[in-house]
Nanobody, 121 residues
Framework: QVQLVESGGGSVQAGGSLRLSCAVSGSIFSLNAMGWYRQAPGKQRELVAHSTISGSTNYADSVKGRFTISRDNANNTVYLQMNSLKPEDTAVYYC???????????????WGKGTLVTVSS
């Protein structure tokens, strides 16, 4: 059974940086698509970034150029480097994984419990 455990959330001022980590218990190689969703209060969960085992990556328009997703298969960990943070980035960030190649909600096989990121102006 695969489990995802996020860490690295916290509070930061606008313009600052945070790095989120998602530790995967079980084999990361069984997971094709991995990435990060976020959900702000009163809003729907949205896909922030994902990567596939082949190395392709995709980002939401709102974070392009600021966030970078990376995958360390040797250490079973996925990271989300977040730079130039804005107050609108405030949300609970969830690690997600799928055996399929796309990280759409209905195809997600595993979810982490989430980590809160708060960006103050």
């Amino acid at each position: 059974q695969v489990q995802l455990v996020e860490s690295g959330g916290g509070s930061v001022q606008a313009g600052g940086s945070l790095r989120l980590s998602c530790a995967v218990s079980g084999s990361i190689f069984s997971l094709n698509a991995m990435g990060w969703y976020r959900q702000a209060p009163g809003k729907q969960r949205e896909l922030v970034a994902h990567s596939t085992i082949s190395g392709s990556t995709n980002y939401a328009d709102s974070v392009k150029g600021r966030f970078t997703i990376s995958r360390d298969n040797a250490n079973n960990t996925v990271y989300l480097q977040m730079n130039s943070l804005k107050p609108e980035d405030t949300a609970v960030y969830y690690c997600a994984a799928a055996q399929r190649s796309a990280l759409v909600v209905r195809w997600v096989d595993y979810w982490g419990k989430g980590t809160l990121v708060t960006v103050s102006s």
